[in-house]
C-alpha cells in the first residue's frame, strides 16, 4: 500500500493551458506557390504588396510569386535588410498606405517577415492587413505573432507582439528555397534547432510542444546535412522535410518562449551585424550546458530527438550529452563557431551584458536570475 501511495504520488495530471494562434492555413509542397492565387480568390483580396530583400527580388522566386498573384499585386517593395531597422519598416509601412494595400506577402527569411509584422503592428488599430508568408529559409519566424525590430541609434533589438500581424496562411514551397545560399539555408536550420531544444526545456514547456521538439529534432539531425549534399528531387524532399522540421520547432512558441540562447543572440546580432542563424551557431551549446545545470529534467524531448539515452532519475548527464551532440552537429557544417569567427571584437562583448541580464529579467525564461558576471562567462565561453 505504501508503494502504491508513493507512485500515486509522483504522478500527476497533466495542467495548464496551450493558446492557438491566428495561423490558419499552412500550405506546403513542391509547386505549392501556385496555390497564392486561390488563397487570394477566397480571402476576396485584391492589392498585395510583397516585401522582399533586394537579393531575393532578384531571383526567379519573385517571379513565382508576381505571377500567381497576377492583377493582384499592388507593387513590390525591396527594402527589407537584416535585423530590421525601424527605417525600413517604417517604409514598408508608408508604401503600404501609399499603394492601399489590403495584404502583404512577406517572401524570404526572418527579416522580411520580421519587418511584415512590425510595419503592420504601426499601422493598427486604423488598418488591419492580412498577411500571407512565403518562407525561403528556415528560421520560422512565420509561425510566430512576435516582431523583432532593431534601434539605428542604439543597435538594441527589441519586439512587437500581437496576434493580428501574423500570418493567416504560409505557404511552404520548397522549391523556392533551392536558390537560397547553402550556409543561410543551414544557419537558419540551426535557428529552427535552436527553437526546438528552447522550446523543449522552457519552464513553460508544453506537452505539445515537447512532442514536436523532439520530432523537429529528429527531421533536422537526418534531413539537414542532406538538403544541402544531394541534387535534384532528392534535394528538394530533403529540402520539403527540413521545411517540416522548422514548423514543428516553433509551434506553440507563444506558449512556451524561448531561453538563454535566443536572448544572447537577440542582442549578439544587431550590435555586430551577426545573422541570428548564425548566433545559434554559436550561442546554443553553451547555453545547453548552463541548462544542464539547473534544469536538466527537462531535456527528455531533446534526448529523444538526438537518440540520447534519458533517465529521468539522473537526467543530468544525458543533458550535457545533448549539448554535447549538438556541438558536434553543428561542427559538421562550414559555419561560425565563435564569436571571434563571426568578427565580434573581444573587448567589446561585455557592453550587451546588461541588455540581456534586462531581458532576462523581463522574460523570466531561465529558473533563477543571472548575474552579469554569469552571462559575461557565456560570452566569454562562446568567443
Not at 477566397?42 to 504588396?49: C, F, H, P
Not at 529534467?297 to 531533446?302: A, I, L, Q, S, T
Not at 551584458?353 to 525564461?365: D, G, Y
Amino acid at each position: 500500500m505504501d508503494a502504491v501511495k508513493a507512485r500515486s504520488a509522483v504522478m500527476q495530471a497533466p495542467a495548464g493551458e496551450f493558446n492557438l494562434s491566428r495561423l490558419e492555413r499552412v500550405i506546403y509542397g513542391p509547386g505549392k506557390i501556385a496555390a497564392l492565387k486561390e488563397e487570394m480568390e477566397r480571402r476576396t483580396l485584391e492589392r498585395a504588396v510583397v516585401a522582399t530583400t533586394d537579393v531575393v527580388a532578384g531571383l526567379p522566386v519573385l517571379k513565382s510569386v508576381t505571377d500567381a498573384l497576377g492583377t493582384r499585386c499592388a507593387g513590390v517593395f525591396t527594402g527589407v535588410v537584416q535585423h530590421v531597422p525601424r527605417g525600413t519598416v517604417n517604409a514598408l509601412g508608408k508604401e503600404l498606405e501609399r499603394l492601399n494595400a489590403d495584404s502583404v506577402i512577406s517572401l524570404g527569411g526572418g527579416s522580411p517577415i520580421d519587418s511584415c509584422k512590425v510595419a503592420l503592428y504601426g499601422l493598427l488599430p486604423g488598418r488591419e492587413l492580412i498577411h500571407i508568408a512565403v518562407p525561403t529559409t528556415l528560421s520560422a519566424a512565420e509561425y510566430t505573432h512576435a516582431g523583432g525590430v532593431t534601434d539605428e541609434s542604439t543597435r538594441v533589438k527589441s519586439g512587437v507582439y500581437d496576434p493580428r500581424v501574423m500570418p493567416r496562411t504560409v505557404i511552404a514551397d520548397p522549391q523556392l528555397t533551392l536558390a537560397t545560399p547553402d550556409w543561410l539555408w543551414v544557419t537558419t536550420g540551426m535557428r529552427a534547432l535552436d527553437h526546438a531544444i528552447e522550446c523543449a526545456y522552457a519552464i513553460r514547456h508544453q506537452p505539445i510542444s515537447d512532442a514536436l521538439a523532439a520530432k523537429s529534432i529528429a527531421l533536422l539531425v537526418k534531413h539537414l546535412p542532406a538538403s544541402i549534399r544531394t541534387e535534384g528531387e532528392e534535394r528538394l524532399a530533403h529540402r520539403g522535410h527540413c521545411q517540416m522540421a522548422a514548423w514543428f520547432s516553433i509551434y506553440g512558441a507563444m506558449n512556451t518562449r524561448f531561453g538563454l540562447s535566443h536572448l544572447l543572440g537577440h542582442q549578439i546580432g544587431p550590435r555586430w551585424d551577426v545573422p541570428h542563424g548564425v548566433t545559434s551557431c554559436i550561442t546554443l551549446p553553451h547555453a545547453m550546458r548552463f541548462m544542464a545545470e539547473i534544469a536538466a529534467d527537462r531535456f527528455g524531448p531533446v534526448a529523444e530527438g538526438f537518440g540520447v539515452p534519458f533517465d529521468p532519475s539522473n537526467p543530468k548527464p544525458s543533458a550535457l550529452a545533448c549539448a554535447g551532440r549538438t556541438a558536434e552537429f553543428i561542427a559538421q557544417f562550414d559555419v561560425p563557431r565563435t564569436l571571434r569567427a563571426a568578427g565580434v571584437p573581444r573587448e567589446e562583448i561585455g557592453e550587451i551584458v546588461a541588455p540581456i541580464v534586462h531581458e532576462l529579467e523581463r522574460m523570466q525564461v531561465v529558473d533563477r536570475p543571472l548575474t552579469e558576471q554569469e552571462v559575461l562567462g557565456l560570452l566569454e565561453a562562446s568567443y
